[in-house]
């Protein structure tokens, strides 16, 4: 106040001060900016207990994401599977190699079919006795046991159309078995498909517990901080004002959890990824584990922010309305 | 300034706590408010502050009635009423300078401009030397200017108190009256609510008594030099 302001002492009253709609622009914009500091200012000065909750956070988050990352991969290797998906077909033993060769042209020819590669009696004899160690034993029979065998590959990979191939090779009187194995590989994709919903599920419930943790937190800050909320009141704060630190809390919590379910992820993939990739070249797959794709590591953190944000703005909702002035 | 019509206030639990009240209060004027606790001084703060509104009747500020303000214009009514409390209300984790800076922020006032008034403020009450401390480190007396400070740091037009003087010595009870002198001088209307009879009878003002929620007392006494 200055009283020895001539232009205040008007018979009508003191004239209260005025601000222009820029300068309340500029405060609106530096509040935010305030609130944002304020917020990063109160969790640097409670470590710990910012620390556990932005833990809590981050593990509830880490759960789906690591889950899904890893479910991604499957889904490609198993994509892999599928496409060479391959016929194994077994002639009659009588069936002579010059046949075999016959056979294995004329079916290369079918559209459906890519290529097919002749594995002859004698091939499968010598494959069979450098690989399972049994050569002796093969020896001493007076017979190659084995039968031919031709390998088709279909051209394309779709379950049915395989199926089809399969029926008309087998119905062939010189085929003794075209067997494929796809059943198995379809199991792997229902239980894909059922790990999808899983997280699904898990997603919701775990990104409701990350949003009560953030409730939980901010309550106790807003308990905190009756004195100042009651002189903000006082002083004429909007209720805009006085939400908008606990907002940035909420954001800020939920974005350190989500920074750090990302850390969290990542470790984890980099722990598993040496046995994951020796397991994956058992399996002769070319494909390696893949990370996080770029577009989770951008949404990640954002969706957890947000989930903060909600938090905080049900705790400041329902809490913020009983602090109210007294005297 | 404040314009009090037939104004009652029940509370839900049955109690009346203010009945018929009707008074006004002009600009540049210091007013006391005075009754045993319970009498109803608090409720009529809290009317005026829009803490709670009448059961009966209305209440005018600057014209206004204030039945029509809506709750999201409440904290822009409060922007033109200056409170000073009793236990001063300051905030501990900062400044003098930023809580009296506080309504200002609120109000968004250019940054510079805060700077001023704050230090206008500041030196009103003669703390400007003390603007970084800590309140927490000021004696009673100074607390309770750097709180009357904020209350008029915006120049509201209105200035409430609520017993400004109730742990305060003679001596800087004097000291703070004579701030409240000021401000009436230069036209705001200056209610102080308190039961500090000695104070009442230091001054001589208009004083209005009030008893089990009834105006029993409205005592004109323009002897005040404003």
Not at chain 1, 119 to 145: C, H, M, W, Y
């Amino acid at each position: 106040m200055a009283p020895n302001n001539p232009r205040a002492r008007r018979p009508g009253g003191a004239r209260s001060i005025r601000t222009s709609l820029r300068d309340r622009l500029t405060a609106w914009r530096r509040h935010h900016r305030d609130s944002l500091r304020d917020a990063l200012t109160r969790m640097r000065a409670a470590p710990s207990s910012a620390l556990m909750t932005v833990l809590v956070i981050a593990i509830a988050l880490a759960l789906p994401a690591g889950l899904a990352v890893l479910l991604d991969n499957a889904r490609v290797i198993t994509k892999g599977w599928d496409g060479n998906a391959h016929l194994s077909v077994f002639l009659e033993q009588d069936v002579a190699e010059s046949r075999q060769r016959q056979l294995a042209d004329e079916w290369a020819g079918f559209d459906t079919v890519k290529r097919t590669e002749v594995i002859t009696r004698a091939q499968a004899l010598d494959e069979f006795k450098a690989l399972s160690g049994f050569g002796e034993v093969l020896e001493a029979l007076p017979d190659n046991p084995l039968p031919p065998l031709v390998v088709v590959y279909p051209d394309n990979s779709a379950p049915g159309r395989v199926e089809a191939l399969q029926n008309r090779l087998n119905a062939l009187p010189e085929v003794d078995n075209a067997q494929l194995d796809v059943a198995w590989v379809r199991r792997l994709h229902a239980i894909i498909e059922l790990g999808d919903r899983l997280i699904g599920v898990l997603t919701l419930g775990l990104a409701a517990a990350v949003v009560l943790v953030v409730v939980n937190t901010i309550r106790l800050a807003i308990e905190s901080r009756r004195e100042e909320i009651v002189v903000v009141k006082i002083v004429g704060g909007t209720d805009g004002f006085v939400r908008r630190p606990f907002l940035y809390s909420g954001f800020c919590f939920g974005f350190a959890g989500g920074m750090l379910s990302l850390i969290l992820v990542g470790s984890a993939l980099w722990w598993l990824g040496g046995p994951i990739d020796e397991l994956l070249d058992l399996y002769e797959s070319e494909h390696s584990l893949t990370g996080m794709s770029p577009s989770t590591v951008l949404v990640l953190p954002l969706f957890s922010g947000t989930l903060g944000l909600l938090g905080a703005w049900l705790a400041v909702s329902r809490h913020l309305g009983d602090i109210e002035p007294h005297f | 300034m404040i314009k009090f019509d037939r104004v009652s206030k029940r509370y839900p639990n049955g109690k009346d706590a203010l009945r018929r009240i009707d008074f006004e209060l002009p600009a540049g004027q210091l007013t006391f408010l005075t009754g045993h606790s319970g009498a109803g001084k608090s409720t009529l703060l809290k009317l005026i502050m829009m803490i709670e509104r009448p059961t009966q009747g209305q209440v005018f500020m600057a014209g206004q009635n204030l039945n029509g303000f809506s709750t999201r214009q409440v904290p822009f009514l409060r922007r033109k009423i200056g409170m000073v409390h009793q236990n001063h209300q300051l905030l501990f984790d900062r400044s003098v300078f930023d809580n009296v800076a506080l309504p200002l922020v609120i109000a968004g006032f250019a940054h510079a401009d805060i700077g001023k008034r704050v230090r206008a403020a500041l030196d009103k009450v003669g703390l400007l030397s003390k603007e970084k401390l800590n309140p927490i480190m000021l004696s009673g007396g100074e607390q309770q200017r750097v709180g009357i400070a904020r209350a008029v740091v915006n120049k509201p037009p209105l200035l409430l108190a609520d017993e400004p003087t109730g742990n305060l010595d003679p001596a800087l009870s004097a000291e703070i009256m004579d701030l409240f002198h000021d401000f009436a001088r230069v036209g705001v209307a200056v209610l102080i609510a308190t039961h500090d009879l000695s104070l009442i009878a230091r001054h001589r003002h208009r004083l209005l008594t009030l008893r089990e929620g009834r105006l029993i007392h409205d005592g004109e006494d323009d002897d005040h030099g404003a």
